[in-house]
Protein backbone atom coordinates (compact mmCIF):
# COMPACT_ATOMS: atom_id res chain seq x y z
CA UNK A 1 0.00 0.00 0.00
CA UNK A 2 1.65 3.47 -1.43
CA UNK A 3 1.04 6.56 0.65
CA UNK A 4 -1.10 9.40 -1.63
CA UNK A 5 1.39 12.82 -2.32
CA UNK A 6 0.11 14.95 0.41
CA UNK A 7 0.82 12.25 2.89
CA UNK A 8 4.26 11.34 1.55
CA UNK A 9 4.78 15.26 1.66
CA UNK A 10 3.76 15.79 5.20
CA UNK A 11 6.25 12.78 6.92
CA UNK A 12 9.02 15.01 4.99
CA UNK A 13 7.86 18.35 6.17
CA UNK A 14 9.80 18.06 9.39
CA UNK A 15 12.84 17.38 7.82
CA UNK A 16 12.83 19.76 4.96
CA UNK A 17 12.11 22.44 7.56
CA UNK A 18 15.30 21.52 9.73
CA UNK A 19 17.08 21.20 6.72
CA UNK A 20 15.82 24.59 5.33
CA UNK A 21 16.64 26.79 8.74
CA UNK A 22 19.82 25.14 9.38
CA UNK A 23 21.62 24.43 6.24
CA UNK A 24 19.50 26.48 3.41
CA UNK A 25 18.87 29.74 5.44
CA UNK A 26 22.46 30.22 6.70
CA UNK A 27 23.70 29.54 3.48
CA UNK A 28 21.79 32.90 2.01
CA UNK A 29 22.18 34.75 5.07
CA UNK A 30 25.75 34.46 5.03
CA UNK A 31 25.92 35.83 1.17
CA UNK A 32 23.95 39.07 2.78
CA UNK A 33 26.66 39.02 5.85
CA UNK A 34 29.27 39.02 3.38
CA UNK A 35 28.32 42.39 2.39
CA UNK A 36 27.96 44.22 5.06
CA UNK A 37 29.87 45.94 8.04
CA UNK A 38 28.33 43.84 10.88
CA UNK A 39 31.46 43.21 13.28
CA UNK A 40 29.52 41.36 16.17
CA UNK A 41 25.61 39.41 15.73
CA UNK A 42 24.61 42.11 18.61
CA UNK A 43 25.75 45.72 15.89
CA UNK A 44 23.97 47.09 13.59
CA UNK A 45 24.73 46.06 9.87
CA UNK A 46 24.96 48.39 7.11
CA UNK A 47 24.95 47.28 3.44
CA UNK A 48 28.86 47.94 1.95
CA UNK A 49 28.93 46.35 -1.61
CA UNK A 50 32.03 44.44 -2.39
CA UNK A 51 33.97 46.36 -0.08
CA UNK A 52 34.81 43.12 2.14
CA UNK A 53 35.88 41.06 -0.81
CA UNK A 54 37.85 44.08 -1.93
CA UNK A 55 39.46 44.61 1.46
CA UNK A 56 40.34 40.65 2.18
CA UNK A 57 42.15 40.57 -1.46
CA UNK A 58 44.39 43.12 -0.52
CA UNK A 59 44.63 42.18 3.11
CA UNK A 60 48.35 40.46 4.15
CA UNK A 61 47.07 38.14 6.43
CA UNK A 62 44.75 36.81 3.43
CA UNK A 63 47.38 36.25 1.14
CA UNK A 64 49.32 34.66 3.57
CA UNK A 65 46.80 32.40 4.42
CA UNK A 66 45.70 31.74 0.71
CA UNK A 67 49.36 30.75 0.27
CA UNK A 68 49.99 28.70 2.91
CA UNK A 69 46.19 26.68 1.92
CA UNK A 70 47.46 26.38 -1.37
CA UNK A 71 50.58 24.66 -0.28
CA UNK A 72 49.07 22.56 2.24
CA UNK A 73 46.36 21.50 0.18
CA UNK A 74 48.64 20.32 -2.86
CA UNK A 75 51.78 18.80 -0.85
CA UNK A 76 48.30 16.54 1.04
CA UNK A 77 46.78 15.76 -2.06
CA UNK A 78 49.21 14.67 -3.89
CA UNK A 79 50.79 12.77 -1.03
CA UNK A 80 47.59 11.36 0.05
CA UNK A 81 47.13 10.17 -3.50
CA UNK A 82 50.83 8.89 -4.24
CA UNK A 83 50.99 6.67 -1.29
CA UNK A 84 47.13 5.60 -1.26
CA UNK A 85 47.69 4.24 -4.99
CA UNK A 86 51.16 2.45 -4.33
CA UNK A 87 49.46 0.63 -1.15
CA UNK A 88 46.71 -0.44 -2.96
CA UNK A 89 48.61 -1.63 -6.13
CA UNK A 90 50.72 -3.89 -3.54
CA UNK A 91 48.14 -5.09 -1.82
CA UNK A 92 46.17 -6.28 -4.58
CA UNK A 93 49.40 -8.25 -5.68
CA UNK A 94 49.98 -9.73 -2.53
CA UNK A 95 48.81 -13.69 -2.70
CA UNK A 96 48.78 -13.47 1.10
CA UNK A 97 45.24 -12.78 2.70
CA UNK A 98 46.36 -12.75 5.83
CA UNK A 99 48.44 -10.02 5.10
CA UNK A 100 46.22 -8.12 2.93
CA UNK A 101 43.92 -7.68 5.65
CA UNK A 102 46.33 -6.77 8.54
CA UNK A 103 47.79 -4.39 6.19
CA UNK A 104 44.65 -2.75 5.86
CA UNK A 105 43.45 -2.46 9.23
CA UNK A 106 46.32 -1.13 10.11
CA UNK A 107 46.21 1.74 7.85
CA UNK A 108 43.12 2.46 7.49
CA UNK A 109 42.98 2.80 11.33
CA UNK A 110 43.41 6.25 12.30
CA UNK A 111 40.38 6.98 9.57
CA UNK A 112 37.98 6.01 12.86
CA UNK A 113 38.91 8.88 14.73
CA UNK A 114 38.32 11.80 14.89
CA UNK A 115 40.41 15.42 13.57
CA UNK A 116 40.35 17.02 16.49
CA UNK A 117 41.85 13.90 18.49
CA UNK A 118 44.28 13.16 16.10
CA UNK A 119 45.19 16.63 16.36
CA UNK A 120 45.98 16.49 20.28
CA UNK A 121 47.51 12.70 20.21
CA UNK A 122 49.92 14.48 17.61
CA UNK A 123 50.65 17.43 19.25
CA UNK A 124 51.71 15.21 22.43
CA UNK A 125 53.75 13.09 19.94
CA UNK A 126 55.85 16.11 18.39
CA UNK A 127 56.35 18.05 21.26
CA UNK A 128 57.70 14.97 23.80
CA UNK A 129 57.06 11.97 22.04
CA UNK A 130 59.86 12.08 18.88
CA UNK A 131 62.47 14.48 20.97
CA UNK A 132 62.10 11.56 23.65
CA UNK A 133 63.13 8.42 21.35
CA UNK A 134 65.45 10.55 19.63
CA UNK A 135 66.90 11.09 22.97
CA UNK A 136 66.95 7.21 23.64
CA UNK A 137 68.06 5.98 21.07
CA UNK A 138 71.25 8.05 21.77
CA UNK A 139 70.22 10.75 18.47
CA UNK A 140 70.43 13.96 20.73
CA UNK A 141 71.23 16.49 17.72
CA UNK A 142 67.78 15.48 16.52
CA UNK A 143 65.77 15.40 19.63
CA UNK A 144 66.73 19.21 19.78
CA UNK A 145 64.32 19.55 16.29
CA UNK A 146 60.86 21.12 17.13
CA UNK A 147 58.52 19.95 14.86
CA UNK A 148 56.30 22.57 15.64
CA UNK A 149 58.15 25.64 14.97
CA UNK A 150 57.86 28.02 12.24
CA UNK A 151 60.10 26.13 10.28
CA UNK A 152 58.76 22.52 10.69
CA UNK A 153 55.20 23.15 11.78
CA UNK A 154 53.22 23.45 8.27
CA UNK A 155 55.52 20.05 6.88
CA UNK A 156 54.24 17.94 10.83
CA UNK A 157 50.73 18.96 10.27
CA UNK A 158 51.14 17.56 6.28
CA UNK A 159 52.15 14.35 7.67
CA UNK A 160 49.53 14.23 10.17
CA UNK A 161 46.89 14.59 7.40
CA UNK A 162 48.27 12.23 5.79
CA UNK A 163 48.63 9.82 8.17
CA UNK A 164 44.85 10.30 8.73
CA UNK A 165 43.61 10.75 4.98
CA UNK A 166 45.14 7.36 3.46
CA UNK A 167 43.24 4.67 4.62
CA UNK A 168 39.93 5.60 3.02
CA UNK A 169 41.76 6.21 0.10
CA UNK A 170 43.88 3.64 -0.01
CA UNK A 171 39.91 1.21 0.06
CA UNK A 172 38.41 3.38 -2.54
CA UNK A 173 41.70 2.49 -4.86
CA UNK A 174 41.44 -1.20 -4.00
CA UNK A 175 37.81 -1.07 -4.70
CA UNK A 176 38.74 0.19 -8.28
CA UNK A 177 41.31 -1.97 -8.87
CA UNK A 178 39.25 -5.04 -8.02
CA UNK A 179 36.39 -3.93 -10.28
CA UNK A 180 39.22 -4.11 -13.39
CA UNK A 181 37.53 -7.04 -15.54
CA UNK A 182 40.12 -10.45 -15.09
CA UNK A 183 39.48 -10.86 -18.76
CA UNK A 184 40.99 -7.65 -19.62
CA UNK A 185 44.18 -8.67 -17.44
CA UNK A 186 44.63 -11.79 -19.37
CA UNK A 187 44.27 -10.39 -22.83
CA UNK A 188 46.88 -8.27 -21.87
CA UNK A 189 49.20 -11.56 -20.71
CA UNK A 190 47.92 -12.86 -23.96
CA UNK A 191 49.65 -9.89 -25.72
CA UNK A 192 52.96 -10.08 -23.98
CA UNK A 193 52.47 -7.15 -21.20
CA UNK A 194 54.31 -7.48 -17.91
CA UNK A 195 53.36 -6.43 -14.53
CA UNK A 196 53.91 -2.83 -15.10
CA UNK A 197 52.16 -2.80 -18.64
CA UNK A 198 49.28 -4.43 -17.72
CA UNK A 199 48.88 -1.98 -14.53
CA UNK A 200 49.65 1.45 -16.66
CA UNK A 201 48.62 0.43 -19.70
CA UNK A 202 45.20 -1.52 -18.30
CA UNK A 203 44.48 -1.49 -14.96
CA UNK A 204 44.76 2.97 -14.08
CA UNK A 205 42.99 3.92 -17.05
CA UNK A 206 40.07 1.52 -15.68
CA UNK A 207 39.91 2.81 -12.26
CA UNK A 208 39.40 6.65 -13.39
CA UNK A 209 36.23 7.20 -11.35
CA UNK A 210 38.57 6.04 -8.04
CA UNK A 211 40.98 8.77 -8.83
CA UNK A 212 38.07 11.71 -9.33
CA UNK A 213 36.99 10.38 -6.32
CA UNK A 214 39.66 10.17 -4.33
CA UNK A 215 41.18 13.80 -5.75
CA UNK A 216 37.79 15.54 -4.59
CA UNK A 217 37.51 14.42 -1.34
CA UNK A 218 40.97 14.84 -0.59
CA UNK A 219 41.14 18.64 -1.76
CA UNK A 220 37.35 19.45 -0.34
CA UNK A 221 38.65 17.99 2.97
CA UNK A 222 42.33 19.89 3.04
CA UNK A 223 40.54 22.85 1.81
CA UNK A 224 37.97 23.10 4.57
CA UNK A 225 40.45 21.04 7.31
CA UNK A 226 40.05 23.33 10.73
CA UNK A 227 40.03 20.91 13.80
CA UNK A 228 42.98 19.01 13.09
CA UNK A 229 44.87 21.87 12.87
CA UNK A 230 43.61 23.88 15.39
CA UNK A 231 43.98 21.18 17.94
CA UNK A 232 47.97 21.11 16.83
CA UNK A 233 48.68 24.52 16.49
CA UNK A 234 46.14 27.08 16.50
CA UNK A 235 47.12 28.42 13.25
CA UNK A 236 50.99 29.18 14.43
CA UNK A 237 53.54 29.23 15.17
CA UNK A 238 53.93 33.24 13.88
CA UNK A 239 50.84 32.05 11.18
CA UNK A 240 52.93 29.67 9.54
CA UNK A 241 49.61 27.07 9.62
CA UNK A 242 46.78 29.46 9.43
CA UNK A 243 45.23 27.89 6.25
CA UNK A 244 41.95 29.99 4.95
CA UNK A 245 39.42 28.18 7.56
CA UNK A 246 41.31 28.98 10.26
CA UNK A 247 42.10 32.62 9.02
CA UNK A 248 37.92 32.74 8.86
CA UNK A 249 37.75 31.49 12.56
CA UNK A 250 39.88 34.02 13.96
CA UNK A 251 38.23 36.94 11.91
CA UNK A 252 34.95 35.91 12.63
CA UNK A 253 35.14 35.08 16.27
CA UNK A 254 38.77 37.11 18.02
CA UNK A 255 38.82 40.07 15.73
CA UNK A 256 34.41 40.01 15.58
CA UNK A 257 34.79 41.03 12.05
CA UNK A 258 31.55 38.74 10.80
CA UNK A 259 31.07 40.43 7.42
CA UNK A 260 34.83 40.17 6.48
CA UNK A 261 34.41 36.25 7.25
CA UNK A 262 31.72 35.76 5.70
CA UNK A 263 33.25 37.12 2.73
CA UNK A 264 36.29 34.80 3.06
CA UNK A 265 33.89 31.99 3.11
CA UNK A 266 32.47 32.46 0.36
CA UNK A 267 35.68 32.92 -1.32
CA UNK A 268 36.86 29.57 -0.29
CA UNK A 269 34.04 27.90 -1.26
CA UNK A 270 34.24 28.96 -4.87
CA UNK A 271 37.59 28.41 -4.82
CA UNK A 272 36.56 24.55 -3.83
CA UNK A 273 33.85 24.29 -5.94
CA UNK A 274 36.08 25.92 -9.45
CA UNK A 275 39.07 23.24 -8.58
CA UNK A 276 36.30 20.14 -7.65
CA UNK A 277 34.93 20.80 -10.95
CA UNK A 278 38.06 21.24 -12.95
CA UNK A 279 39.16 18.21 -11.81
CA UNK A 280 36.00 16.53 -12.70
CA UNK A 281 35.70 17.57 -16.01
CA UNK A 282 39.43 16.84 -17.28
CA UNK A 283 39.82 13.63 -15.55
CA UNK A 284 36.38 12.82 -16.98
CA UNK A 285 37.47 13.62 -20.50
CA UNK A 286 40.49 11.30 -20.05
CA UNK A 287 38.56 8.36 -19.32
CA UNK A 288 36.50 9.00 -22.53
CA UNK A 289 39.60 9.17 -24.59
CA UNK A 290 41.00 6.21 -22.87
Known sequence: MFLSAKKSFLFTLPSLVFYGLFVVFPVFYGVYLSFT??????????????????????????????RI???YVTITAVLINVIALFIAVLLDNTRSRYLNSVVRVFVYLPAILTPILIGFIWYYIYKLGIPALFSLVGLKSLSRIRFLSPSFALSSVIMTTCWLNIGVAMLIYIAGLLSVDPNMIDAGSIDGANSWQKLVRIKLPLITHAFIINFVNTLVF??????QIWSMTKGGPASTTETLPLYIYLVAFQNAQIGRASAAAYILFSIILVVSLVIIVSLNRRAVRA
Open 37 to 66: DIGSFIQKLNFIGFQNYLTIFAEGRFQNSF
Open 69 to 71: TII
Open 222 to 227: AFKQFD
